[in-house]
């Protein structure tokens, strides 16, 4: 059974840092890429960063100058660092996985199996 756990979420002033983690369990050999999506009140979810089993990353690009995503899996955990956060950046942020197939957008969520529950980000001006 696929599990994923973010935490990290909290409210910062315009300008902050923060990182959200995405602890994961039960990923097997069929997921190959793994991507955080955020959801503002009253807007679509978005893919915002994504990374592959290769290593690979994308970024939106609104965003794609102040966020960083990476992997640690001997600590089967993905992480977002987020830096000069801006109040457009407020959302809940959600962690997923899944097998993306060739030819789809890793930011895209056609392909995702598994979601988190997600984490709030709010930052302030």
């Known amino acids: 059974q696929v599990q994923l756990v973010e935490s990290g979420g909290g409210s910062v002033q315009a300008g902050g840092s923060l990182r959200l983690s995405c602890a994961y369990s039960?990923?097997?050999?069929?997921?190959?890429?793994m991507t955080w999506f955020r959801q503002a009140p009253g807007k679509e979810r978005e893919g915002v960063a994504a990374i592959d089993s290769e290593g690979t990353a994308w970024y939106a690009d609104p965003v794609k100058d102040r966020l960083t995503i990476s992997v640690d899996n001997a600590k089967n955990t993905l992480y977002l660092q987020m830096h000069s956060l801006k109040p457009e950046d407020t959302a809940m942020y959600y962690c997923?996985?899944?097998?993306?197939?060739?030819?789809?957008?890793?930011?895209?969520?056609?392909?995702?199996?598994?979601w988190g529950q997600g984490t709030q980000v709010t930052v302030s001006s």
């Open positions: 997923a996985a899944g097998h993306k197939s060739l030819g789809l957008s890793p930011l895209g969520s056609w392909w995702v199996t598994y």
């Open positions: 039960g990923i097997t050999y069929r997921t190959n890429c």
